[in-house]
């Protein structure tokens, strides 16, 4: 049986030249991930590329390759912060969280207190006790938020 052909990496498929076993980008887009190529291309070119993969261990070839497509995403879908306007978002959702958590201990402790001093009626302890019993589980804590002792 002959030989069969190495098919050319995404890489050199794009630069029209012959894809062999020394080509170091075979490993990392090969012919069916064309897409990710183009795009770390775009946003890299072919020299940074080669050289941020020379850069690191052999080990963190992998990683650094994924770390590039997800940039080149990235860009392409926020053209001008990049990842930058992902983690933005996410810092304040993060920020929006806390500060609703910290709400919810506020009102915790605010029950805690009432419960204390036997203010509540009957009805309004036995919920308070059952979400106090509860206040590590965030789904209990949000349940409580929504909910009107009225
Ligand atoms: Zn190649």
Do not use: W
């Amino acid at each position: 049986m002959a030989n069969v052909a190495q098919k050319a990496c995404a890489a050199c498929k794009h630069q029209r030249r012959k894809c062999d076993q020394n080509c170091v980008l075979a490993k990392y887009f090969p012919a069916e991930k064309s897409d990710d190529f183009e795009n770390v291309y775009h946003l890299f070119g072919m020299q940074n590329t080669l050289k941020i993969l020379k850069s690191v261990e052999e080990e963190e070839g992998d990683a650094t390759i994924e770390s590039l497509i997800m940039e080149a995403e990235m860009r392409l879908e926020h053209p001008v912060h990049g990842h930058f306007s992902v983690t933005r978002k996410l810092s304040i959702e993060i920020e929006k969280t806390e500060t609703e958590l910290e709400f919810v201990r506020k009102q915790i402790q605010l029950f805690d207190a009432y419960a204390k001093e036997e203010r509540m009626s009957p009805t309004e302890q036995l919920f308070c006790n059952k979400l106090l019993g509860h206040r590590n589980v965030i789904g209990q804590i949000m349940l409580m938020t929504s909910y009107s002792l009225n």
